[in-house]
């Protein structure tokens, strides 16, 4: 949620945060600035719109500087235009631009406007630009000016400061919300994530929540927010890994639901025996610990929530735990009741998503789990706060629907089961089985990937229609929600999820020739009904289409049913959400909406 980057450079550096603002992008895109500097004169440039949109008023063949800072926004607070759009400054002295939110903005706007400050936007932004103007009107350097507003701040928020008389210096502030700091040979830079900079240098340093970073091109140097020195290690990342390279593909969401085959294979990587997981990788201490586990607990938001929802079931079936599954925006809602020794699992693509994040440290405040996440960025927020993490390894996302995501967090959670039934010694000829179909899954997953045809006749079905129906029962209706999501968010069809069971305590209202409804047609006990509920909507004109393992594959204007290979049922749900994400997919690029950027959402949403 907004993208930061800034650096300070021997060579010019506005090439430099535009194309890390394009890489970011993903992370909000309503607007997008830039503040940098040049002959001690600091130029603003805000865009409405885009960051090509930004690149093209910079005219970046004539503008040059060696320091700066930039920004594209997703708006919180006040709508999306130049205006609002960051940098923000105070008196043309201090820059500033932010990610997260100031929770206390309106009590210091209202003291800032009594010290005589105008205010220029409708943001919560601007009253940090002020502070720090207003502390070094009374006296103070840059570094104490931004202690101090910092002290004052309340709320979640990452900053990149620029400061008109400070002309080599750039500052980064990291509380609650992420930012790194990139190293270069005489260059320097803060960002919101690796992706920014990984064409620019591999070498990084991961900044706590409190501190501070002074940056000049060839020194670093880092402090608490109470100004004392900190020491931070450099590490090195595959930034190979980070190509924004689209790879043949025309969206990357599309390459990355063909990548899903690959990911699977390498989260599974070095994770398993011939009949089991294998021991050890979640870490030195995990299986001991998960010997006195009673209860567990999942905290999760979006597609990470489906998930958990799915891993949920098999617990209660395989481990005979009970499992609870929470919405990270809904989990402290409830009043924490004593359990037994509970393993709190947080799932999550981006490890910043602010609700996860916040009930993360609500839990281990209220209790005491044990705390485990299933997380795509190593070094992340969720990482760093959880005594054990296992990551996904799916790459980097950039399509802001969630896809190889989700199914490498179902391989994940498939290794959590099959270590918690080894350590609780449960059904060795299951686990045995399960390891097997767990090696198969890729190869299911790439004949899947296949039928595109199938999938695009069904997309042609959908992408007129206002609304759709996904159905589903047991641990294959969270894999109906997630249809439903998917198709939401990337192609604005409303679309709605139900257990098979519920069609007729209201949905079945909606059924007429308009409305599509998409139903998982398992191979387990579950089908006779689910034939039933499809016989109910088929009654009253409704278009269905199913997908499961039975039966053979037919497409018409009227329907019909897409077969896909068979594994095991809890395996399932897996190759299942392929059809529904390339269904979605489809369905969007008929209709023309802009795929990787759906309107109104980011990517990793690092505020409550
Ligand atoms: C946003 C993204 C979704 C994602 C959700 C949770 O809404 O657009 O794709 O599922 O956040 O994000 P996380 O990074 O915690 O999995």
Same mark, same amino acid.
């Given at each position: 949620m907004c993208g930061i980057v800034g650096g300070t450079s021997n060579r010019n550096i506005l090439p430099i945060l535009i194309e890390g603002l394009r890489r970011l992008e993903y992370r909000g895109y309503d607007s997008a600035g830039v503040a940098y500097k040049t002959n001690g004169k600091i130029s603003l440039v805000k865009n409405a719109g885009r960051v090509d949109d930004l690149a093209a008023k910079l005219n970046l063949k004539t503008n040059k500087s060696n320091i700066g800072i930039a920004h594209t926004r997703w708006a919180t607070h006040g709508v999306p235009s130049e205006k609002n759009a960051h940098p923000h400054n105070s008196k043309n002295n201090i820059y500033v631009v932010h990610n997260g939110i100031i929770e206390n903005h309106s009590a210091l706007k209202e003291m800032l406007k009594k010290e005589g400050f105008k205010f220029s $936007? =409708? *943001? %919560? *932004?601007e009253v940090i630009a002020h502070l720090i103007q207003l502390y070094t009107e009374k006296g103070k350097d840059l570094d104490s000016a931004v202690i101090s507003t910092i002290a004052k701040l309340k709320g979640a928020y990452a900053l990149g400061v620029l400061d008109k008389n400070n002309p080599d210096t750039l500052i980064g502030v990291r509380q609650q919300s992420p930012l790194v700091i990139g190293e270069g040979f005489e260059e320097k830079f803060i960002a919101s994530d690796i992706m920014a900079l990984s064409n620019i240098t591999n070498k990084f340093k991961f900044m706590d929540d409190g501190q501070i970073a002074i940056l000049e091109k060839d020194q670093i140097t880092v402090t608490s927010s109470s100004g004392v020195a900190a020491r931070l290690k450099t590490q090195e990342v595959d $930034?190979?890994?980070?190509?924004? %390279?689209l790879k043949g593909y025309s969206h990357f969401m599309e390459k990355e639901i063909f990548e899903q085959s690959d990911v699977i294979k390498d989260s599974l990587e070095g994770r398993l025996t011939k009949n089991e997981s294998q021991e050890g990788i979640f870490g030195v201490g995990f299986e001991k610990e998960m010997k006195n586990i009673s209860n567990i607990q999942i905290i999760a938001c979006g597609t990470s929530f489906h998930a958990g929802r799915i891993f949920e079931f098999w617990s209660h079936k395989f481990l005979g735990i009970n499992c609870r599954v929470d919405y990270g925006s809904e989990y402290q809602y409830q009043e924490p009741i004593k359990t037994d020794k509970t393993l709190l699992i947080t799932i999550s =693509?981006? @490890?910043?998503t602010a609700d996860t994040l916040s009930s993360l440290k609500f839990a281990k405040k209220s209790g005491d789990p044990v705390t485990l996440t299933i997380c795509n960025?190593?070094?992340s927020s969720l990482c760093r706060e959880s005594d054990y993490a296992l990551l996904t390894?799916? @790459?980097?996302?950039?399509?802001?629907? $969630? *896809?190889k995501a989700f199914v490498t967090q179902l391989a994940c959670l498939n290794l959590l089961l099959l270590t918690l039934m080894r350590v609780h010694n449960k059904l060795p000829a299951a686990r045995k089985k399960i390891t097997a179909a767990l090696k198969d899954l890729p190869k299911l997953i790439n004949k899947t990937l296949k039928m595109t045809g199938e999938y695009k006749q069904v997309a042609k079905l959908l992408f007129k229609r206002n609304s759709a129906l996904f159905l589903g029962r047991g641990l294959y209706f969270p894999i109906a929600r997630e249809g439903a999501l998917k198709l939401k968010e990337i192609s604005y069809i409303h679309a709605e999820a139900y257990p +098979? @069971?519920?069609?007729?305590? +209201?949905?079945?209202?909606?059924? %007429?020739?308009?409305m599509p409804v998409i139903a998982l047609a398992p191979d387990n006990e579950h089908l006779a009904k689910i034939t039933s509920n499809i016989e109910e909507v088929a009654a009253r004109k409704g278009k269905v289409i199913t997908i499961g393992p039975l039966g053979r594959t037919k497409i018409d204007k009227n329907g019909g049913h897409i077969k896909i290979p068979k594994t095991l049922d809890l395996l399932n749900p897996i190759v299942s959400v392929v059809p529904l994400q390339l269904i979605a997919y489809y369905t969007a690029v008929f209709k023309g909406t802009d795929v990787d950027k759906p309107r109104n959402l980011a990517k990793s949403v690092t505020v409550e």
């Open positions: $936007s =409708q *943001t %919560d *932004t $930034s190979n890994a980070y190509t924004n %390279d =693509q981006s @490890g910043e960025v190593a070094n390894k799916a @790459g980097p996302e950039i399509g802001v629907a $969630s *896809t +098979g @069971g519920e069609l007729k305590h +209201g949905p079945l209202a909606l059924i %007429d020739k308009n």
